[in-house]
């Protein structure tokens, strides 16, 4: 028993710091494709004494941009911690901790890779917490982290973040409502099962994105205004609000919250890739049992998210922002009567099937 | 004034979608990528500086190290935010060049007044001072950017040059010339 709790939070612990440092190498990510949009070399000075110095690999890494993230985690550190004094201090410590917790939590139940017993052939999902209804608990787990910026935007007693965090309590809850419709035919098709593994399983052939592009496209628009991307970055929207919700925050707190918005974007793209490309499967292709099967599917997993997540940066270095009354208009009046035509749709679609089988 | 209404088509279906737009921009922005930087990393990469550039004025040498300024004073006179000072004095008598021409003794050009307008540059008849490629200058007091002689022959170096006027003098002084 004790044994078993240990490994968890091993386990637990494995999977924050790779989620964390995965944070953070989206944060060089997104500078760098920025900066080959604008025709520029991005962040290529940070270096570390002695590894930088090899000759070859330590330029390459330096241009690369790979200490990067170190420096920029330890200049929030280290940076002077303010505290306005024009603040309610209670919410405005609170904040950034409940922008960040949620963020955190969603990953306990994500799935992201299996292991195939090699004596008996059962698969496993490698997953903090095999809950059967992962989904649900996503959803509902994400959407607290909406709180975070809310009460930061309140706390500060200011003009700007209040609008960032009005906007942002606006936005989310206008478009969780789409998210959760267009993801609903996707477990009606999987014969109702709500757990994420089970989900990824029925992939292994086809992808769901393939059979439901509209889901997927839903799906992923919601995802875009439920992380504050761009072109759906309301609370934020530097060019209008300064830095919206976090502009009086500084220092560690500020990067509790930029941590907590990358992780968001990896967990979202995660939970992308588990409900339309497959999760760690790969069409026509059976991984083999035991720890490299496990290895290689975590990998696949890895390289899948990846893929979104650099779509998510391209998409920002593409896109301008959407006005306002824009971003409420396509969530109300276009993205969610297209989910719930899309629900029956494939409501009917399923029923029609069962009924020839 | 007369206005004319343009008529706008209605948007089809795709354009109403944005979608095929986005997906247009985002292959504008993808070959973006695949192009390389424009950045100038600037103190590792200097830029060209294209002929005729007017930077820093300096002091040039002739091809054989001779100084080529006679302290004629031309440009101290016509500098117009009078930033150039010029103390004349002889070349020393035990001087290989002695008795030829004159040299200055001090030469200042005070970088703090200095407009680069290269009015000396052009002023000069013994072409002595060029303003070359040299565009930053930096200094942590005034005195330092007060730039003396020695600091503008170092800056200058020494240009092509292919007049050899200080041969010409020489052999005329020696052999005799209609001219002199």
Redesign the interface.
């Known amino acids: 028993m004790v044994t078993d709790t240990l490994g968890l939070v091993m386990k637990a612990f494995i999977v924050i710091g790779a989620v964390m440092t995965m944070a953070g190498y989206a944060v060089l990510l997104e500078r760098k494709?920025a900066?080959?949009?604008?025709?520029?070399?991005g962040p290529n000075r940070t270096q570390i004494p002695i590894l930088g110095s090899i000759p070859v690999i330590g330029t390459f890494l330096t241009r690369l941009g790979v200490f990067q993230p170190a420096a920029d985690g330890l200049k929030f550190l280290f940076k002077e911690d303010p505290l306005p004094g024009h603040v309610n201090k209670f919410y405005y410590v609170l904040a950034p901790m409940v922008a960040f917790i949620p963020a955190m939590l969603t990953m306990t139940v994500l799935p992201f890779g299996a292991v195939t017993d090699p004596v008996t052939g059962a698969t496993s999902p490698i997953v903090l917490a095999d809950l059967d209804i992962g989904i649900l608990f996503i959803l509902a787990v994400s959407s607290l982290g909406v709180y975070g910026i809310i009460l930061g935007g309140w706390s500060s007693n200011s003009k700007y973040p209040f609008l960032g965090g009005v906007r942002a309590s606006a936005q989310m809850i206008s478009y969780e409502i789409a998210l959760g419709l267009s993801i609903l035919p996707v477990f009606l098709w999987f014969g109702g099962t709500l757990n994420l593994f089970n989900v990824v399983e029925g992939q292994s052939q086809v992808w769901t994105a393939l059979v439901q592009p509209v889901s997927a496209l839903i799906f992923l628009i919601a995802l875009f205004a439920e992380t504050n991307r761009l072109p759906f970055d309301m609370p934020e929207s530097e060019t209008d609000l300064v830095a919206g919700y976090n502009t009086e925050y500084g220092a560690f707190k500020f990067g509790l919250f930029f941590v907590g918005e990358y992780t968001h974007i990896i967990i979202g793209s995660g939970v992308f890739v588990v409900l339309f490309l497959g999760g760690w499967t790969l069409p026509f292709i059976t991984l083999p049992a035991g720890m490299v099967g496990a290895v290689l599917s975590v990998l696949i997993f890895l390289a899948k998210v990846f893929c979104i997540v650099f779509f998510f940066m391209?998409?920002r270095?593409?896109?301008p922002r959407f006005r306002y009354d824009q971003v409420m208009n396509l969530g109300w009046n276009k993205l969610l009567p297209l989910a719930i035509g899309n629900l029956v749709f494939y409501a009917i679609v399923i029923a029609v099937i069962e009924q020839l089988n | 004034m007369a206005t004319k209404v343009v008529e706008r088509k209605p948007l089809s279906l795709a354009e109403r979608s944005y979608l095929p737009q986005?997906v247009s921009?985002?292959r504008?922005?993808?070959k973006?990528?695949f192009?390389p930087?424009?950045?100038l990393?600037y103190p590792d990469e200097r830029p060209d500086i294209p002929p005729g550039y007017r930077g820093v004025p300096t002091l040039v040498k002739d091809p054989d190290g001779r100084e080529k300024c006679v302290s004629c004073q031309l440009c101290e006179f016509v500098c117009p935010p009078k930033a150039i000072r010029i103390i004349p004095g002889e070349i020393p008598e035990d001087a290989e060049t002695a008795h030829v021409e004159k040299a200055p003794e001090e030469f200042e050009i005070n970088m703090l007044r200095c407009i680069y307008c290269g009015l000396c540059q052009e002023v000069c008849p013994e072409e002595a001072i060029f303003l070359q490629d040299i565009f930053s200058v930096t200094g942590t007091s005034r005195e330092e950017l007060v730039f003396k002689k020695d600091k503008l022959y170092a800056l200058g170096g020494t240009l092509p040059d292919s007049h050899f006027k200080w041969e010409k003098k020489k052999s005329a002084e020696l052999t005799g010339n209609p001219h002199h």
Do not use: F, H, Y
């Open positions: 494709v900066a080959r949009v604008q025709g520029r070399p391209w998409v270095w593409t896109l | 986005i921009g985002l504008v922005t993808m973006n990528m192009k930087p424009v950045t990393e």
